[in-house]
């Protein structure tokens, strides 16, 4: 029982399940505001646009013989929600992929290619490790 408790305690402290409880934390905080930005600022605009109220939720068609109609506006709410949250998402994940690219370019060593093999090789070695060719100085730098 308790290599089994240490095994979980290393799944949990791994920075992969951090980060990823983290963001399910964030993205319910996040769509929270999403639909109070939704059910209180888009749909009362929508509503009075489309001929009064402030309730989205009651646009709908009724439907001869059943007590509920069509609900288009619930489905339109839903719809501007999701597009709020992708539109954020995509932005986000740009944002990442520019700072991540700009991190591993700073932190990439200067390379240059073996004469012999033409495999990448830090810059100044002296002998390739893949073909253990000798390098000059004068190879071409990457």
Same mark, same amino acid.
């Given at each position: 029982?308790?290599? $089994?408790?240490?095994?979980?305690?290393?799944?949990?402290?791994?920075?992969? @399940?951090?980060?990823? &409880? !983290?963001?399910?934390?964030?993205?319910?905080?996040?769509?929270?505001?999403?639909?109070? $930005?939704? =059910?209180?600022? @888009?749909? #009362?605009?929508?509503? $009075? !646009?489309?001929?009064?109220?402030?309730?989205? *939720?009651?646009? *709908?068609?009724?439907?001869? +013989?059943?007590? /509920?109609?069509?609900?288009? +506006?619930?489905?339109? *709410?839903?719809?501007? =929600?999701? $597009?709020?949250? &992708?539109? !954020?998402?995509?932005?986000?994940?740009?944002?990442?992929?520019?700072?991540?690219?700009?991190?591993?370019? *700073?932190?990439?060593? #200067?390379?240059?290619?073996? #004469?012999?093999?033409?495999?990448?090789?830090?810059?100044?070695?002296?002998?390739? #490790? /893949?073909?253990? +060719?000798?390098?000059?100085?004068? &190879? /071409?730098?990457?």
């Amino acid at each position: 029982m308790k290599k $089994l408790f240490a095994e979980f305690k290393d799944f949990i402290a791994r920075g992969n @399940v951090m980060d990823m &409880a !983290i963001g399910v934390i964030i993205g319910g905080a996040f769509m929270a505001i999403v639909n109070s $930005l939704v =059910n209180d600022i @888009v749909n #009362p605009f929508i509503k $009075l !646009i489309s001929g009064g109220g402030t309730e989205v *939720s009651g646009l *709908s068609i009724p439907v001869a +013989g059943t007590e /509920h109609g069509i609900d288009f +506006g619930s489905f339109i *709410s839903a719809i501007i =929600n999701f $597009l709020i949250i &992708a539109v !954020i998402v995509f932005l986000l994940v740009k944002a990442i992929n520019k700072f991540m690219k700009g991190k591993k370019e *700073s932190t990439d060593s #200067p390379t240059q290619v073996c #004469p012999h093999c033409l495999e990448e090789v830090k810059a100044g070695a002296t002998r390739c #490790p /893949h073909c253990t +060719g000798e390098i000059k100085s004068t &190879a /071409h730098t990457v």
